[in-house]
T-cell receptor, first 110, second 112 residues
Framework: GEDVEQSLFLSVREGDSSVINCTYTDSSSTYLYWYKQEPGAGLQLLTYIFSNMDMKQDQRLTVLLNKKDKHLSLRIADTQTGDSAIYFC??????????FGPGTRLSVLP | GAGVSQTPSNKVTEKGKYVELRCDPISGHTALYWYRQSLGQGPEFLIY????????DSGLPNDRFFAVRPEGSVSTLKIQRTERGDSAVYLC??????????FGEGSRLTVL
């Protein structure tokens, strides 16, 4: 089945850019997602990209997809302390379930 | 409702007891998913409904776990003879046929 991997921790300084990476195994994945989870809260959908795209920008967020390498990244520009959270990559194919990575804990240092 | 609603938000039970967790999806969403999230881990798939039927229940860990969605809207996850290892946050999510998956806040289950 699908396997989704992420590095577990990332620390950045406030104002810098953060880049969170994700790799997956199923090349037929149709949608690829980034979710944010703050302590004690549910998962909040941040953005997603369809597999026929290679980039999507939404305000401070930029998603890059390299289908050949099965690599997805999320760049957060001008990272703020409120961005500190766990970020989950997830992949989906029609008629199947959504498969999540283990999450990357982003710490933003003042 | 405006979002996915899950009840109870917290449930503490004793080993061996039966529990039910309820999920009320976003109105009009035909797909409903249950996930389980243990501390420090990503959501782990349990079961997925398309309408009233379970389209994929391959993630249910054993036959103590069961879920229903009798009218294609509200779903109940049922856990029999609870064990300490069942302690986790149980997340429900709903979506339209394809696309975005919206999560509820979860039901935190603690088995003593």
């Amino acid at each position: 089945g699908e396997d989704v991997e992420q590095s577990l921790f990332l620390s950045v300084r406030e104002g810098d850019s953060s880049v969170i990476n994700c790799t997956y195994t199923d090349s037929s994945s149709t949608y690829l997602y980034w979710y944010k989870q703050e302590p004690g809260a549910g998962l909040q959908l941040l953005t997603y990209i369809f597999s026929n795209m290679d980039m999507k920008q939404d305000q401070r967020l930029t998603v890059l997809l390299n289908k050949k390498d099965k690599h997805l990244s999320l760049r957060i520009a001008d990272t703020q302390t409120g961005d500190s959270a766990i970020y989950f990559c997830a992949v989906y194919n029609y008629g199947q379930n959504f498969v999540f990575g283990p999450g990357t804990r982003l710490s933003v240092l003042p | 409702g405006a979002g996915v609603s899950q009840t109870p938000s917290n449930k503490v039970t004793e080993k061996g007891k039966y529990v039910e967790l309820r999920c009320d999806p976003i109105s009009g969403h035909t797909a409903l998913y249950w996930y389980r999230q243990s501390l420090g881990q990503g959501p782990e798939f349990l079961i997925y409904f398309q309408g009233t039927g379970a389209a994929d229940d391959s993630g249910l860990p054993n036959d103590r776990f069961f879920a229903v969605r009798p009218e294609g809207s509200v779903s109940t996850l049922k856990i029999q003879r609870t064990e300490r290892g069942d302690s986790a946050v149980y997340l429900c999510a709903s979506s339209r046929q394809t696309g975005e998956l919206f999560f509820g806040e979860g039901s935190r289950l603690t088995v003593l």
